[in-house]
C-alpha cells in the first residue's frame, strides 16, 4: 500500500507539472527550465553534493584566507535577490582559475582564482556570478535537463537514499551541476552586477577580469578550458556587463579593492607547490 501511495504521489507531481508548465518548455518539447524542488529540498541535496565533491577536491584549510572568502561571499549574497538559504563559501587548493556553485547554495572558490585577481572587485565579480547561480536555481534545473522529470522527481520525494546517493556521487563526478547553458552564464552575470552595485563594490570588476581571461584564453587555454566550455565568449560578456552598468543610478562610493584581499594574496603558497587538481 505505501508503495503504491509513493508511485501515486510521483506520478500526480509529474503530471501536475506537465500540466501546469508549458512556459518551461521549448518548442521541441524538451525541458529547458523548470524546478520542482523547495528550497528546503535543494539545501538537503546541496549538503550531499558538497560531501561527495569534496573527496575529489583539496579543500584549501588556512584559515584567514578561508574566512576572507567566506566573508566576501556572505557580504554579496546578503545582497543577492535569494537570501532565505545560507549559503556556504570554501577555498579549493589549485591553480585552476575557476569557481563554481552548487544548489542549496554551496559555492568554492579556487586559489588559482584569487591570484589571477588584480583587486577585489575581479574577485567580488567571479563569487558574484557563482552567487547568480544559486538565485537562479540553475543547479536543480540542470539536474532536471539530464536526469529527466520524473527521475528529479524521485530525487525530491528522497524515497530511496541508497538510489539517492548513487545519484549524487554520478553527478558530481561528472561535473553535471558546473556545465550551465550559455543563457544561465548571462543570466548569473545579471544577477552579479546587481548584486555588486547593492553591496557597495564596483562591478566594473567583472569586466576587467574578464578581459584578463581573454588574454589567458589566449595565452594558456589549458587552465581556462572548464570556463570557456560552457561560458559566452568573453568580448560578448565584457559588452553585456558594461552595458548593464552604464544603466546602473550613478555610486560615488563603490568599492574595488581593499588592503585585505592583498593580505590575502600575498598569503598563498607558491604555485609550484599548489596540487593542481580536478577544478
Same mark, same amino acid.
Given at each position: 500500500?505505501?508503495?503504491?501511495?509513493?508511485?501515486?504521489?510521483?506520478?500526480?507531481?509529474?503530471?501536475?507539472?506537465?500540466?501546469?508548465?508549458?512556459?518551461?518548455?521549448?518548442?521541441?518539447?524538451?525541458?529547458?527550465?523548470?524546478?520542482?524542488?523547495?528550497?528546503?529540498?535543494?539545501?538537503?541535496?546541496?549538503?550531499?553534493?558538497?560531501?561527495?565533491?569534496?573527496?575529489?577536491?583539496?579543500?584549501?584549510?588556512?584559515?584567514?584566507?578561508?574566512?576572507?572568502?567566506?566573508?566576501?561571499?556572505?557580504?554579496?549574497?546578503?545582497?543577492?535577490?535569494?537570501?532565505?538559504?545560507?549559503?556556504?563559501?570554501?577555498?579549493?587548493?589549485?591553480?585552476?582559475?575557476?569557481?563554481?556553485?552548487?544548489?542549496?547554495?554551496?559555492?568554492?572558490?579556487?586559489?588559482?582564482?584569487?591570484?589571477?585577481?588584480?583587486?577585489?572587485?575581479?574577485?567580488?565579480?567571479?563569487?558574484?556570478?557563482?552567487?547568480?547561480?544559486?538565485?537562479?536555481?540553475?543547479?536543480?534545473?540542470?539536474? @532536471?535537463?539530464?536526469?529527466?522529470? /520524473?527521475?528529479?522527481? $524521485?530525487? =525530491?520525494?528522497?524515497?530511496?537514499? !541508497?538510489? %539517492? &546517493?548513487?545519484?549524487?556521487?554520478?553527478?558530481?563526478?561528472?561535473?553535471?551541476?558546473?556545465?550551465?547553458?550559455?543563457?544561465?552564464?548571462?543570466?548569473?552575470?545579471?544577477?552579479?552586477?546587481?548584486?555588486?552595485?547593492?553591496?557597495?563594490?564596483?562591478?566594473?570588476?567583472?569586466?576587467?577580469?574578464?578581459?584578463?581571461?581573454?588574454?589567458?584564453?589566449?595565452?594558456?587555454?589549458?587552465?581556462?578550458?572548464?570556463?570557456?566550455?560552457?561560458?559566452?565568449? @568573453?568580448?560578448?560578456?565584457?559588452? /553585456?556587463?558594461?552595458? $548593464?552598468? =552604464?544603466?546602473?543610478?550613478?555610486? !560615488?562610493? %563603490? &568599492?574595488?579593492?581593499?588592503?585585505?584581499?592583498?593580505?590575502?594574496?600575498?598569503?598563498?603558497?607558491?604555485?609550484?607547490?599548489?596540487?593542481?587538481?580536478?577544478?
Amino acid at each position: 500500500m505505501q508503495k503504491v501511495c509513493r508511485t501515486t504521489r510521483l506520478t500526480l507531481w509529474v503530471t501536475l507539472v506537465l500540466m501546469t508548465g508549458s512556459g518551461f518548455f521549448g518548442c521541441a518539447g524538451k525541458i529547458s527550465d523548470i524546478n520542482i524542488f523547495s528550497d528546503a529540498q535543494e539545501v538537503q541535496l546541496g549538503k550531499q553534493f558538497s560531501r561527495q565533491i569534496e573527496q575529489e577536491v583539496k579543500i584549501y584549510s588556512d584559515p584567514i584566507v578561508t574566512a576572507y572568502i567566506a566573508q566576501l561571499g556572505r557580504h554579496l549574497a546578503n545582497h543577492s535577490q535569494r537570501k532565505n538559504i545560507t549559503y556556504h563559501f570554501k577555498t579549493v587548493n589549485t591553480e585552476v582559475v575557476n569557481a563554481f556553485a552548487i544548489p542549496g547554495g554551496y559555492l568554492y572558490v579556487n586559489i588559482g582564482l584569487i591570484r589571477a585577481a588584480e583587486n577585489e572587485s575581479e574577485l567580488a565579480g567571479v563569487i558574484g556570478h557563482e552567487i547568480g547561480h544559486v538565485v537562479g536555481k540553475h543547479g536543480v534545473k540542470q539536474m @532536471t535537463r539530464q536526469l529527466g522529470l /520524473a527521475a528529479v522527481a $524521485q530525487l =525530491a520525494l528522497g524515497e530511496n537514499q !541508497s538510489e %539517492l &546517493k548513487q545519484i549524487v556521487a554520478g553527478l558530481a563526478a561528472n561535473g553535471v551541476l558546473m556545465k550551465y547553458g550559455r543563457d544561465a552564464e548571462r543570466e548569473a552575470d545579471r544577477y552579479a552586477v546587481q548584486e555588486m552595485y547593492d553591496a557597495g563594490i564596483d562591478p566594473e570588476g567583472m569586466a576587467t577580469f574578464f578581459e584578463k581571461l581573454l588574454k589567458l584564453q589566449k595565452g594558456k587555454p589549458s587552465k581556462l578550458e572548464q570556463i570557456f566550455s560552457t561560458h559566452p565568449p @568573453t568580448t560578448e560578456r565584457i559588452a /553585456a556587463v558594461r552595458s $548593464q552598468i =552604464a544603466k546602473l543610478p550613478r555610486k !560615488s562610493n %563603490l &568599492k574595488k579593492d581593499s588592503r585585505r584581499f592583498h593580505k590575502i594574496k600575498k598569503r598563498l603558497p607558491p604555485p609550484s607547490k599548489t596540487p593542481k587538481g580536478k577544478q
